[in-house]
């Protein structure tokens, strides 16, 4: 067995069994404790800090608090115990007010961001490697140049300068060398925007002689070269660009939860 | 184009540096310089290299000395010094972990800006507010009521934080009891137990004992009373909060030492269905009191029971007629209900004269100005003459003289007979009765006669509901027949009290029927001195004197 299905078995099992015990406990004692909705908002809170605090432990990586993988793993899992938590604390009623409500909306989007970024992050690099190319994110742009440049020389200024290539490049190929294109057909794993292009490059093939044809051939792979990086870029870039919403909303969880607590201690039944 | 793409080549000997929260310009085009930006984002390019003087021994001027990283460049500095070979600037562009940063502080500066507006103006109750709260705690009747009270109709008004600031809210919090951190507290915590909040409820709530006068301890009014919860009536207790002392036989024992003869006594109720009570109507065996007789069985099978005006045959809805809202049913009246049938027509020659009803003595002296009636029925008829009036009455007395033997004696027998067959066997407009409609007050009525013979008339006790501490919906109940919970077609005696068994009820009201079973509802709580029960009491629709308790009486 790999090690990655006993982490997921050992996880689930682990979720299953703490959310069969918090739900048991619920019915349990939400009736018999007065004060039952303090104390599972407290138990909320404590587990809302502990997956925040992944971030930070990300930024200590010379502290001995054992792998980021393992910080990862609890990461995943104890969010997923905490929307059963959630729901307990919310007594599996949907909340009323604005503070109230957008205190649940918060959670629910950086909830919500998270299952999508875990998503995206166990699809898109099975993509990525089927579709080869390998490239880090940050070299694309200077690769995407280097292609650039590559496909000016051959269509602008090569030895057997053709005017019809020449007219072709700057017609049909210099937008889409010039930047990330494409990205929601990438995304989507859509080959029409590619298909299109090399349909123009077929059919413009037949009006060429010898020497052209062969310029035409290292366009074309160029331009597939060049599709590779856009690919790169766009599944790349989604795969960084989830956390735009999840980190940004957590620091706002925080500290709609915070002034949660003072509401609800200020306001409550001890206090005059 | 399934085929794998090879992957690029680049540079081995450049790196990124994943911490980095700039860089170069120049780096979209394969040629970052060497420095890059610097921590803020400002480029720190200059020239290829910073040129050294060196100067050897006898020399007295010295030579500058390229020190360009790779190797010394053709041209070498320039004679002042300076690099001959500058770099030009460039834009630094920010990293997505740069930008993701950027982002969050600024979400988080929005959010802080967000929180103080919005607890620092005039939204801060409407922001905070968990939810609405019921309509007897809002809206223009209950501001109009608190501003003769403290006058503070918002937070402030229950909430003492609804009229601190932002520190003082801080400090409500830190010093409510339990506090915050008083994790062992809030564990420990007592049910029910009184709390602070409950001084804000009494000071218009001014009495706790709202319940049962044999409550064994008060409960806080926010144990049961769940506000924010919406518009409308506050939400009703569940059954925990009703359980809390009916399902505890401790606390049950020690009410029923507080007052012996309380109503259920000291057994615990948990669940309708399984051990709820009997209703002591039933348990008890409680009898109807009203005099009135009456005789379902008789009214809805009786093979000489005439069809009422509408034609129909007659059935329940002739009679218990649902009040506007449906759920309970009028009070029955005689001129609504009865008359149809049991017309007050004495003389079968004159059918549109009638006795009147509702006071013996009114009959009493209708009886004894019998002439003056028939000769006031003659002028009505179109006789204008007062002769020709007088002479029809006279006619009609001699007729009825003639039947009914002296006045005296048909005085009586208006009053005190019970004769269930009369002479007539048809009487007025109404065609097909066995015997006649009228044949006595005391046919009906419990006629008891003074000393001096005069009739008295026991006033009816019609009952409207019998449970008044429970609530009930006819409405909802109307996929119903009335026979499935009201044995009707068996009772023939007013003292029958036709309502259904607890079982009856239970066959729905459980988990196994399915329909909601939970206490509040059927129950009302606030009995005690000033619930609705208190009130319908102080206006006179309840009367504890009459046998059963409570019963209301008819209006």
């Known amino acids: ?272 | 184009m399934s085929e794998q793409l090879p992957a690029p080549d680049f540079d081995s000997q450049s790196y990124e540096r994943p911490n980095q929260k700039w860089i170069c310009g120049h780096a979209a085009e394969g040629k970052p310089c060497r420095l890059g930006p610097d921590q803020g984002g400002h480029c720190r390019a200059s020239s290829e290299c910073a040129p050294v003087l060196e100067i050897k021994p006898g020399e007295t001027k010295g030579r500058w000395r390229c020190t360009r990283p790779g190797g010394a460049c053709e041209t070498g500095p320039l004679p002042d010094g300076k690099c001959g070979r500058p770099i030009s600037k460039c834009s630094p562009v920010a990293t997505l972990r740069t930008r993701r940063g950027q982002l969050t502080r600024g979400v988080v500066a929005a959010t802080a800006a967000v929180l103080l507006i919005m607890l620092g103006g005039p939204w801060r109750g409407k922001f905070i507010n968990p939810g609405k709260l019921s309509t007897p705690h809002s809206g223009e009747a209950f501001a109009k009521f608190h501003a003769g009270r403290n006058g503070d109709q918002s937070c402030g008004a229950c909430h003492t934080a609804g009229a601190l600031g932002p520190s003082g809210m801080i400090f409500a919090a830190l010093h409510s009891s339990p506090g915050p951190f008083a994790i062992k507290e809030l564990i420990e915590a007592k049910a029910g137990e009184m709390t602070a909040l409950d001084e804000s409820c009494q000071k218009c709530h001014t009495s706790h004992l709202l319940h049962q006068a044999n409550v064994a301890r008060n409960i806080s009014c926010s144990f049961c009373h769940q506000e924010h919860r919406g518009a409308g009536p506050i939400a009703a207790p569940t059954d925990g909060h009703c359980t809390l002392c009916h399902g505890n036989a401790e606390t049950m024992l020690a009410s029923s030492k507080i007052v012996a003869a309380s109503p259920g006594g000291s057994g615990i109720a948990r669940n309708f269905a399984a051990d709820h009570p009997e209703f002591r109507v039933q348990s008890e065996k409680r009898r109807d009191p009203d005099t009135l007789k009456f005789n379902h069985v008789l009214h809805l099978s009786g093979e000489t029971i005439p069809k009422p005006p509408n034609g129909e045959k007659l059935d329940c809805r002739f009679c218990h007629q649902p009040d506007a809202a449906g759920r309970y049913f009028r009070s029955i009246k005689f001129e609504n209900h009865c008359q149809a049938c049991h017309s007050l027509q004495f003389d079968p020659e004159t059918p549109d004269l009638s006795l009147p009803h509702g006071n013996p003595d009114f009959v009493s002296a209708f009886l004894h100005s019998l002439p003056r009636q028939y000769a006031d029925f003659a002028a009505r008829s179109g006789m204008a003459r007062p002769a020709e009036q007088n002479q029809f009455a006279q006619e009609k007395l001699q007729r009825l003289q003639a039947r009914v033997g002296t006045g005296e004696d048909f005085e009586k027998r208006v009053f005190f007979s019970t004769a269930t067959s009369g002479p007539e066997t048809q009487v007025g407009t109404v065609r097909g009765a066995m015997h006649a409609l009228y044949p006595g007050c005391a046919y009906c009525h419990e006629v008891k006669a003074d000393d001096g013979g005069k009739a008295h008339i026991t006033k009816p006790l019609m009952m409207d509901r019998w449970l008044a501490h429970a609530e009930f919906n006819h409405a909802k109940h109307s996929g119903l027949s009335c026979s499935q919970c009201h044995q009707a077609e068996k009772s023939q005696m007013t003292s029958d009290i036709i309502l259904p068994a607890k079982q009856t009820c239970a066959a729905c009201h459980s988990p196994r029927g399915g329909v909601a079973d939970s206490c509040a509802t059927c129950h009302i709580y606030h009995t005690g001195r000033t619930g609705r029960f208190a009130r319908l009491k102080a206006n006179g629709q309840v009367d504890a004197a009459a046998g059963v308790e409570p019963v209301v009486i008819g209006h």
């Open chain 1, 1 to 272: 067995m790999k090690r990655f299905h006993r982490q997921f078995l050992l996880g689930s099992f682990l979720l299953l069994l703490a959310s069969t015990g918090a739900v048991m406990a619920h019915r349990r004692w939400s009736r018999a404790l007065p004060d039952y909705g303090y104390l599972t908002g407290w138990v909320l809170l404590g587990a809302i800090i502990l997956l925040a605090v992944y971030n930070a432990r990300k930024k200590l990586p010379f502290l001995p608090l054992g792998s980021s993988e393992s910080w990862l793993q609890i990461h995943i899992y104890a969010g997923f115990f905490t929307v059963v938590l959630f729901l307990i604390h919310l007594n599996f009623r949907v909340p009323t007010g604005w503070f109230e409500g957008t205190l649940a909306w918060l959670y629910l989007l950086v909830t919500g961001s998270g299952v999508a970024g875990l998503i995206l992050s166990r699809v898109l690099p099975r993509r990525l490697a089927t579709r080869g190319g390998e490239v880090i994110y940050e070299r694309i742009p200077a690769l995407r140049h280097s292609l650039r440049q590559e496909a000016e020389a051959l269509a602008l200024g090569g030895e057997m300068k053709s005017p019809a290539i020449a007219e072709f490049y700057a017609r049909q190929l210099s937008g889409f060398l010039a930047g990330p294109g494409n990205f929601w057909p990438h995304l989507l794993e859509s080959r029409r925007p590619l298909n299109a292009i090399m349909t123009e490059l077929e059919e413009f093939r037949r009006y060429l002689n010898e020497s052209e044809r062969a310029t035409l051939e290292k366009l074309r792979d160029i331009v597939r070269r060049k599709d590779g990086l856009d690919y790169h870029h766009a599944l790349q870039r989604t795969l960084k660009l989830w956390l735009f919403v999840h980190l940004p909303l957590t620091y706002s969880l925080m500290m709609f939860s915070l002034l949660h607590v003072v509401l609800v201690f200020a306001f409550s039944a001890g206090t005059r």
